[in-house]
């Protein structure tokens, strides 16, 4: 029954290398849960959820500073893996994330104690897992790297092109609160340069909508 529910074999590139007992433990261990928009979900420390697959929906995963700042680190969306949700089964390894769900959502989990069990007996399990990880931390560190070198401005302008790509479509239904979060900066920061870029020909505001009018000069920024 869990097969019509989610189709591993379909997600996980190892897993033609599982013994067919690794695989029934795998597809029965699967848990679905129904989400909202607009749920908070927080993982790190003793909070360790597993190995998570969106079946449907979007999520953004996001750090929080003590001053409660936030910085958007990516986005998931339906088939995507979120592997560090499942780091904390990494010897020494401790990361605090939070998740909000920006549809409402599907959300697939392989628990812990089910992941960990195969991927300690399984070298292929292994080196996907070690891979995703660090790719992820890869894409991280780039995003700090930017985060310290690129101006407030060019961070905007990418941020609302991968918004235009996640929509599909030039109008976008996103708050410039939502958007100082994606950043971690100020609304005022975010609603001053929307207007220059308005000003410039690049978008066009409207209450609780921006309208991409030239792609490929806001890629420039």
Same mark, same amino acid.
């Given at each position: 029954?869990?097969?019509?529910?989610?189709?591993?074999?379909?997600?996980?590139?190892?897993?033609?290398?599982? @013994? &067919?007992? =690794?695989? =029934? =433990?795998?597809?029965?261990?699967?848990?679905?849960?129904?989400?909202?928009?607009?749920?908070?979900?927080?993982?790190?420390?003793?909070?360790?959820?597993?190995?998570?697959? %969106?079946?449907?929906?979007?999520?953004? #995963?996001?750090?929080?500073?003590?001053?409660? $700042?936030?910085?958007?680190?990516?986005?998931? #969306?339906?088939?995507?893996? *979120? %592997?560090?949700?499942?780091?904390?089964?990494?010897?020494?390894?401790?990361?605090?994330?939070?998740?909000?769900?920006?549809?409402?959502?599907?959300?697939?989990?392989?628990?812990?104690?089910?992941?960990? @069990?195969?991927?300690?007996?399984?070298?292929?399990? @292994?080196?996907?897992?070690?891979?995703?990880? *660090?790719? @992820?931390? *890869?894409?991280?560190?780039?995003?700090?790297?930017?985060?310290?070198?690129?101006?407030?401005?060019?961070?905007?302008?990418?941020?609302?092109?991968?918004?235009?790509?996640?929509? $599909?479509?030039? +109008?976008?239904? %996103? +708050?410039?609160?939502?958007?100082?979060?994606?950043? $971690?900066?100020?609304?005022?920061?975010? +609603?001053?340069?929307?207007?220059?870029?308005?000003?410039?020909?690049? #978008?066009?505001? +409207?209450?609780? &909508?921006?309208?991409?009018?030239?792609? $490929?000069?806001?890629?420039?920024?």
């Amino acid at each position: 029954m869990m097969q019509d529910v989610l189709e591993l074999n379909q997600i996980f590139p190892f897993w033609k290398n599982l @013994k &067919k007992r =690794e695989q =029934e =433990e795998l597809q029965q261990g699967v848990v679905q849960n129904e989400y909202s928009k607009g749920t908070l979900l927080h993982y790190g420390g003793r909070e360790c959820a597993g190995v998570q697959i %969106i079946r449907s929906g979007q999520a953004r #995963v996001f750090i929080t500073s003590p001053n409660g $700042g936030e910085i958007t680190l990516f986005r998931l #969306v339906e088939g995507d893996v *979120s %592997i560090l949700s499942a780091a904390c089964m990494m010897k020494g390894m401790d990361i605090e994330l939070d998740m909000e769900l920006e549809e409402d959502s599907i959300i697939c989990t392989i628990p812990k104690f089910v992941y960990k @069990k195969i991927h300690d007996e399984n070298a292929a399990v @292994k080196d996907y897992t070690l891979e995703m990880i *660090s790719e @992820k931390f *890869s894409d991280i560190m780039w995003l700090f790297n930017q985060y310290v070198f690129s101006n407030v401005a060019s961070r905007l302008a990418d941020t609302i092109l991968e918004h235009r790509a996640l929509a $599909g479509m030039d +109008t976008l239904s %996103i +708050t410039h609160d939502a958007l100082a979060r994606d950043l $971690g900066t100020a609304r005022e920061v975010v +609603t001053r340069l929307l207007k220059q870029f308005q000003l410039d020909g690049l #978008v066009k505001l +409207t209450r609780g &909508k921006i309208e991409v009018l030239d792609a $490929g000069k806001l890629a420039k920024i």
